[in-house]
């Protein structure tokens, strides 16, 4: 199987890392080649080194609930980079409070990422998803 | 025995003077040193010549000399142009270790070249070009199509190519057909967070040793000496990396950074990881090279004196000079004019004095690392971008401005840290030393053959001010 590149990192002023480390981890098990930019990480540099290792996907990790705002323009961003098909994912504490989820989904998506996912969702979930989205199938 | 014997002779060509130090290594102590205007547009021997006359005549006696080393920046020093692909990613990475190899860097690209900077790229006819750009694994497309590019250009200098490594046989085939002399290296920044910039200056300063030399046309003098090992500005640094780390048996004097004000640029070189030495700080961008060098193009006390003025203003030179009436434009304006003019009046000596400490300030500043401060739900956040130096105890000053100067510890008190501006992270309370014998090149140069007597003779020149 050609290994995929994904772009792993923490958006906004936001040093969450726990949950990071464990993506991180998940993903390098499932065969992925993961670049973790770690926390703290602007939507400028998710798509820089993007760019510079040719990535496959950014997924895009916000715990402290500014996600909305920190998000906005990402995919925009990355069409004018060239990057403009790249795969999206966000995943965390994306709002403040207790917002209907497929309404907050919804909103994500009309950002154009290409999954949302909840607060608690099983990082081997993400790696399936990932997998089925990037045209990979495990050797049986 | 004849005493002479034991004497190594180090010479820098230098783009102005060509310069000579004369060690004895058995008393480990500089016997004496001269210099003499080069010579390289004619005949590089000719200045060298006339330089070891005088030499001769001071000690009175025909000397003989055990060894023979030199280092050169004549003819324009080592001239770089580095490519990459993301300007803050294998671009910044190339530069750096073009910098750490020494060279000038002229010209910096990013993403693929276009018909334009091609022609600019043909026209600054560099050295050596550093071809960068994607990780390992990463981006290939840009990389080869710039490797293309080359191959088509008009340039015949050698391209060190320092990418992703798996576009590394294509390229091989693309430089092939163009006929292009080049040297595949480990890549620059194989991955995102990691830089590796070792390897790439040890492949620079072979093809400086191999190739360069001959075209600058120094090959004459490289008969009369063992060799001319490397630029000087990597001669600097060497010396900056044995005074700082020590040798098995000789111990350095700990972290440093070197300050070399000259007439047309300023160099800083730090020897340090510059780690955060606060707690609570998120360290952030490109790794920083353990040895790093920068050179601030636009600080030099003559040529670019202008420069100098420009960012900080006149008003900032007639309040420090206490002088309201004074026209500094006007002052300026005739040191970049007349660039060998030794100050004379007092006023000129103090504007001399204030051009130097303002070139020093902001040259740390910007070799320095800063703080951001960033505010989030969880409070203050501090992001510190490069290195941290506030616990640098040993800065060494060299270049003109301040070995002539009455008063070189009131120009190196600028590049201070400062509570008005704490976010730059310079050094808080380091003690100050003066390279009075412009001695540091010819220590790095002694440094290939016999290090712990290299550093001893530096530990015995250096003067603490």
Request: aromatic content about 6%; glycine content about 10%.
């Amino acid at each position: 199987m050609e290994q995929k590149t994904v772009i792993l990192g923490v958006l906004g002023v936001d040093a969450h890392v726990v949950g990071n480390k464990i993506m991180e981890y998940a993903l390098r098990k499932e065969g992925f080649k993961v670049v973790n930019l770690g926390v703290f990480v602007t939507q400028e540099e998710f798509i820089k080194a993007a760019i510079e290792t040719n990535a496959d996907a950014i997924l895009v990790g916000t715990l402290c609930g500014h996600g909305e705002l920190d998000c906005r323009g990402f995919r925009d961003s990355c069409i004018e980079a060239g990057k403009g098909d790249i795969h999206l994912v966000v995943g965390g504490n994306l709002v403040v409070g207790k917002q209907d989820w497929e309404e907050v989904e919804q909103k994500f998506k009309q950002m154009e990422f290409n999954r949302v996912y909840p607060p608690g969702v099983s990082p081997k979930v993400v790696a399936e998803d990932l997998k089925m989205d990037l045209g990979i199938k495990d050797h049986e | 025995m004849n005493k002479t014997a034991n004497y190594g002779l180090f010479i820098d060509f230098g783009s102005t003077f060509t310069k000579l130090v004369l060690i004895d290594f058995h008393a480990e102590r500089i016997v004496s040193r001269t210099q003499s205007p080069s010579t390289v547009d004619t005949d590089i021997m000719v200045g060298l010549n006339n330089a070891l006359g005088q030499l001769r005549e001071s000690q009175g006696e025909e000397l003989t000399f055990r060894h023979k080393l030199a280092c050169s920046s004549a003819a324009g020093g080592l001239r770089m142009v580095t490519i990459g692909l993301v300007p803050e990613l294998t671009v910044e990475a190339g530069k750096r270790a073009a910098l750490g190899a020494g060279a000038k860097v002229v010209g910096v690209y990013s993403y693929q070249l276009t018909k334009k900077e091609l022609q600019d790229l043909e026209s600054i006819a560099p050295d050596i070009i550093l071809l960068a750009g994607g990780t390992d694994g990463g981006d290939r497309e840009t990389i080869l199509k710039n490797a293309t590019s080359l191959s088509h250009c008009n340039l015949h200098c050698p391209i060190v190519v320092a990418g992703n490594k798996v576009a590394s046989d294509d390229i091989q085939g693309i430089l092939d057909s163009g006929k292009k002399e080049y040297v595949i290296t480990d890549n620059v920044l194989p991955e995102i967070g990691v830089l590796k910039v070792d390897e790439v200056r040890s492949i620079i300063r072979e093809v400086f040793i191999n190739r360069i030399i001959e075209s600058k046309g120094l090959k004459n003098a490289e008969q009369f000496v063992d060799g001319i090992l490397m630029p000087t500005p990597t001669a600097v640094l060497t010396a900056a990396r044995l005074l700082s780390q020590g040798t098995n048996k000789e111990e350095g004097l700990g972290e440093l950074v070197i300050v070399d004000i000259g007439g047309a640029t300023t160099d800083v070189h730090s020897i340090g990881w510059g780690k955060p030495t606060e707690s609570g700080v998120v360290q952030k961008g490109l790794p920083e090279p353990f040895v790093k060098r920068t050179v601030e193009g636009d600080l030099g006390m003559r040529y670019n004196a202008s420069s100098i003025l420009q960012a900080v203003g006149e008003d900032h030179f007639r309040r420090e000079l206490g002088n309201s009436e004074l026209n500094v434009e006007k002052q300026v304006d005739q040191l970049s004019h007349f660039t060998d003019r030794l100050p004379e009046s007092s006023t000129e000596w103090r504007l001399d004095a204030e051009l130097a400490r303002t070139a020093v300030r902001l040259a740390m500043e910007r070799h320095a690392g800063s703080i951001e401060p960033t505010y989030g739900p969880q409070g203050q956040i501090l992001i510190q971008y490069g290195k941290d130096l506030k616990g640098i105890r040993t800065v060494i000053g060299t270049g003109g401005p301040l070995v002539f100067s009455p008063a070189p510890e009131n120009i190196l008190e600028a590049l201070v840290f400062s509570e008005s501006n704490p976010f730059s992270l310079k050094p808080r309370a380091p003690s100050f030393y003066l390279d009075q014998e412009y001695l540091l090149y010819a220590i790095g140069l002694m440094s290939e053959i016999e290090p712990e007597k290299a550093l001893r003779v530096a530990k015995k020149h250096l003067r603490k001010i």
